[in-house]
């Protein structure tokens, strides 16, 4: 198992079903029905099993069917990653499910903060959310949902105080190919360019009050 960039995931062959979104891939399968879903949902399951690694599998009532897959001890994406990728859009084929690779989104919530080590334990009891894993001696910055439901809160460091009220916006994370639609149809909406700056890796944007929202890839990061 070794690791593997965004980058170099998306250059591998036979990954058309699937997106890098933050640290994971992603993929949508739509079958012909609940129980059709629930069939390939549980071939996957045993074949991943199987390869011992697991991945994560949201079924829908409309057959719809997520998956998720990343190497946790990676904290991000690895040769297993592509190799599991590629069985589990063998077996969608095979049941005769189909891939729908769009829209797909993940939500962030980031929080500016002057002292982060005061203000992350509050939200960690509040959402009742655990510590991201950080190698030894690090900052912990992200609180995520033990479950892996909910959206991840990460922490900013900001350098002073701002007068405003309120200090949190919301990072929305798409697949790099469907960042430009999805600003258009923001700014189509009302919504404002406050920079793009570090496009790709983000671009912000506000609401007609200036209530801000950053989508962003996992193009362009250092």
Known sequence: MDPMSPPTFHDQPGLDDWRVLLRAAEAVFVADGFA???RFVGAVAHRCEALGHLPDIDLRPDGSVRIRLVSYDQRGLSTTDVEVARIISAIAATHGVRPRPLPMSRLEIAI??????????????????????????????ALLDPVRVSPAFWFQQMDEARPQRNRIHIDVTVPHDEADARIAAALAAGGQMVSDASARAFWVLADAEGNEACITTWQDRD
């Open 36 to 38: 059709e879903a629930a």
């Open 112 to 141: 500016d903060a002057i002292d982060i080590d005061a203000v992350l334990p509050f939200w960690r009891e509040l959402l009742a959310y655990v510590d991201e894993p950080t190698p030894p001696g690090e900052q912990v910055t």
